[in-house]
């Protein structure tokens, strides 16, 4: 019997801060009749990451910031009269500016105390991720951690391996990143000396209009002579204030998500490091919280 095609879908628990609490918005839709958090199926060959954050926006109307992964629930939904498996993959998200607007998808939106959110939720699967926003703390900082895009054959590059450029697929990755690591706010753009390093990233630093800060720390002949240096500067940037986007070398990046990730009690039986990825590090006052791979775009 063939294994069925699991239906993927993402969506948010939008938060804002609501006196010395926060609110969070459930969304009613007709079609079911239910109250739920705003999530939908991606569309084809979206990531995740953007379906959630689009979803958000077209059943709210808000803007978001994006925090930490909220896990993902699995359940099963009617195909064609088929029951098929699904998994919606969730994250947090701090509320930005917008105004609800109801339509037929959803005619009503409701911001509440969590616990009031939680009583009205039609379905107990919607309850996880709210609960764990909840009980994860919302005073979270994000390093986003990437990979530079592919740049062709180390052998192949007659010149300075420091200058070897990204190739065709790499400048596309590197457009699809700036597309993409926005939704996380960041507020700085760091890079490993590689010229493949920083061309990754320069789209992304010329979307949020900053400039790209060379920290040789992360570059692959620096982390091998001193790791501790990059780990050091990776735990400050996630003691910070604010998103910072790290683009680093493949000799670097498994090694740090390995030493923070076990640092943090956290067992990764592999850990993918695939040119044009990134790992969403999510740290509160300091401490490793969440690690969230992004795949490569293209």
């Known amino acids: 019997m063939p294994t069925p095609v699991v239906v993927q879908a993402a969506g948010g628990v939008l938060w804002r801060p609501a006196g010395a609490g926060i609110e969070v918005a459930v969304v009613h839709r007709p079609r079911y009749d239910d109250w739920s958090l705003p999530k939908g199926k991606l569309a084809t060959g979206e990531h ?26 699995d359940y099963l939904v009617l195909e064609a009269g088929t029951a098929v ?61 990437v990979r530079h895009g592919r740049a062709g054959r180390r052998e192949s590059w007659p010149g300075d391996d420091l200058q070897r450029p990204l190739d065709a697929r790499g400048h596309e990755q590197a457009r699809r990143l700036a597309e993409l690591l926005p939704a996380y706010g ?65 000799g670097a990046v498994p090694g740090l998500v390995r030493a923070l990730t076990g640092g943090a009690g956290m067992e990764l039986t592999t850990v993918r490091a695939r040119k044009g990825s990134v790992w969403a590090l999510t740290f509160t006052a300091g401490r490793l919280v969440d690690a969230d791979h992004l795949a490569p775009l293209a």
């Open 48 to 73: 995740a990451l953007a379906a959630a954050v689009r979803e958000v926006r077209e059943e709210t109307g808000y803007a978001a910031t994006v925090g930490r992964t909220l896990g993902r629930s």
């Open 85 to 145: 498996p699904k998994m919606v993959r969730w994250w947090a998200m701090r509320a930005g500016t917008g105004t609800f607007v109801a339509g037929d998808e959803v005619d009503e939106l409701r911001w509440l105390p969590p616990a009031a959110a939680q009583a009205l939720l039609t379905a107990g699967r919607d309850v996880k991720p709210l609960r764990l926003l909840v009980e994860a703390g919302l005073a979270t900082t994000t390093v986003l951690l």
């Open 186 to 250: 960041p507020l700085r753009v760091l890079s490993a000396p590689a010229l493949r390093c920083v061309q990754t990233v320069a789209p992304l630093a010329g979307a949020l209009g900053v400039q790209v800060q060379l920290e040789a720390a992360v570059g692959e002949q620096a982390y091998d002579l001193d790791p501790h240096r990059a780990l050091a500067l990776v735990c400050a940037l996630g003691a910070a204030t604010g998103t910072t986007v790290l683009c680093s070398q493949g």
